[in-house]
Structures are given as C-alpha cells and as structure tokens.
C-alpha cells in the first residue's frame, strides 16, 4: 500500500533532518505488517520529525478486499481504484476521466452563470480572465485522451457565449470562418482571446514543466527496512520518469509501495534529454501556431 499524505508541523523549533528522510516514512511497507500496523508506524515516524498526519486529507492505497475495509474502518479515504499524488490523479482510466469531467463541469457552471450577466463587457472580462485561465492547469497535468473529449464540450459552450454576445445564432457563427477565427486570437493580434482548448490541449501539456504522472516498475526486490541510501540509489536508477509537482521544484526522493512480487514508485527527478525533447516541441508548436497566425492575417 501507499500512504499520500498531508503533514503539518507540529513544532516549528526542530526543523526536517533532510528530505531523504521524510520520503523514507511516507512509503508504507504493507508486505509483513498488518494495514493499522503500517499506519501506526508511520504516525510513530512522523512524530519523530514533529509532524502530524491529517486523516482527512491522507489517501493509502491498498490492493487487497480485507486491507480496504480495515482503511476505511481507520477513517482514510477510500482510493481502490486510483489516488491523487501531488494534485494529478493517478489510477484506473475511469477514475482519471472522472476526475476531468468534474474540473469541467465546475467551468461549464460558470460560464452558465456568466451568460446572465447583463454587461458584455463584462462577460468578456470574466471568461478570459477568471474562467478560462483555469483550464490551464488541466491541459498541462492531464493526458490529451482524457482532457480532448471534456474540452470539446467546453469550446462548444464557448462558441455559444461567443455567438450570444454577438447576437447571432450557433450556425451562422460556425460558417463564418474569418469571425471564428477571430475569437480564437490572442487580444495582441486583435482577437476576442477565446482559443479553441481541445486543440491546444497536446502541445499545451509538452509545455508544462513536467510531463505527467505515472506509475513505474523497478525490478523485482523485497525490501523490508529501506534506508534513505536506499531510496536515493533508487532513484538515481530512475531519473527519466517524472510526476506532476504543480507547488514545488524541488528534486525530492521518491516515496515507495511494496507488494510481494514487485515494487513500484513514482518520482520528481527532472532529466536533461527529455527536457530538451519538450522544449523542441514546445518551438515546433509555437512556430505551427506563428504559421497559423500569418496565414490568418494574409487572408
């Protein structure tokens, strides 16, 4: 199982001893000790480094019928079928997808909301400064196979706020290419600033500082009492897998979950020839949108 947990400090006089050591007590061994006994154990830990784990907001993740109901009796979250690490979802495709359909839903009820406003201006204002930038976050941390579905939706709903603002129906704001076009545009080129998102959403994502979250596979190893050499030669092993880390830049070690036969573990570690990888995308794409963008201008 995996403990993914809040932590507050408890006392502010001792500071954390080093980050190795605080990934060493997240990563909960379930593989000879009963769940409570993991979780005992871990708070034990913890309170070593002055700190205290909030139940409400921790996720353990366990594989197996009876370690999920002893979980839920010890007041965690129930995550069977995924968790969120680091505020990216990770887990079975249903509970990914779940999780994007929730995020746009939400910006769908206020762009609901905002069509009864009265002031066009206002309107304006508010979907390209206060909704819109909101999906940022969900083009960058999210994979293109869950967020493209949600999102057409979404620019569908916007083409709707467009086309009422004009005061033209749907279908004629469709077949005028050069208007759409236009609302599509930066407001420095002297646009309405309202891009379609599902097409953005690929290159929008190999923008981000970081490419995702994933769950990695290390060789076969029983590991009982790891040390924090350990968790560093670990991931030294593995610098090219990345997860999601939208508060912080740190390099942190990575936190662990056992099961008898494998081990898996995610990481923060940032490798060199993938970030270049990204940032030649990152070009290719802004020059296919410069070449867009003349071509709009020419016509």
């Given at each position: 199982g995996l403990f993914a947990s809040f932590f507050s400090r408890r006392s502010l006089i001792e500071p954390l001893q080093s980050p190795a050591e605080l990934a060493l007590i997240v990563g909960a061994s379930l593989l000879d000790q009963p769940v409570l006994a993991a979780s005992s154990t871990?708070?034990?830990?913890?309170?070593?480094?002055n700190l205290v784990m909030n139940r409400l907001k921790t996720q353990a993740y366990c594989t197996t019928t009876r370690g999920r109901a002893?979980?839920?009796?010890?007041?965690?979250e129930d995550t069977s079928r995924g968790l969120v690490v680091a505020g990216v979802p990770i887990g079975a495709d249903d509970f990914v997808c779940a999780s994007v359909t929730s995020k746009v839903d939400a910006l769908l009820t206020q762009i609901d909301t905002?069509?009864?406003?009265?002031?066009h201006q206002a309107k304006h204002l508010l979907m390209r400064y206060c909704?819109?930038?909101?999906?940022s976050y969900i083009i960058r941390s999210f994979s293109p196979k869950f967020t493209v579905p949600a999102l057409q939706g979404l620019d569908r709903r916007v083409q709707e706020f467009c086309a009422g603002m004009l005061m033209i129906d749907l279908p004629s704001f469709d077949d005028h290419h050069t208007l759409s076009t236009q609302v599509g545009l930066p407001l420095r080129a002297g646009g309405v600033g309202l891009?379609?998102?599902?097409?953005?959403?690929?290159?929008?994502?190999l923008?981000?500082?970081?490419?995702?979250?994933?769950?990695?596979?290390l060789p076969d190893t029983y590991w009982d009492n790891g040390t924090a050499e350990t968790?560093?030669?670990?991931?030294?092993?593995?610098?090219?897998?990345?997860?999601?880390?939208?508060s912080s830049s740190k390099l942190l070690p990575l936190p662990v979950a056992h099961t008898p036969s494998r081990t898996y573990a995610t990481t923060t570690l940032t490798n060199k020839a993938l970030n270049d990888e990204?940032?030649?995308?990152?070009?290719?794409?802004?020059?296919?949108?410069a070449a867009l963008f003349r071509d709009s201008r020419g016509n």
């Open positions: 871990l708070e034990s830990q913890l309170d070593k480094l002893v979980l839920a009796a010890a007041g965690f905002l069509q009864e406003f009265p002031s909704v819109l930038p909101q999906t891009p379609r998102l599902a097409t953005l959403a690929p290159a929008a994502r923008a981000g500082f970081h490419l995702g979250a994933k769950n990695l596979k968790l560093l030669e670990l991931r030294d092993a593995h610098t090219q897998h990345h997860i999601t880390c939208n990204v940032h030649q995308a990152q070009s290719a794409a802004l020059d296919q949108q």
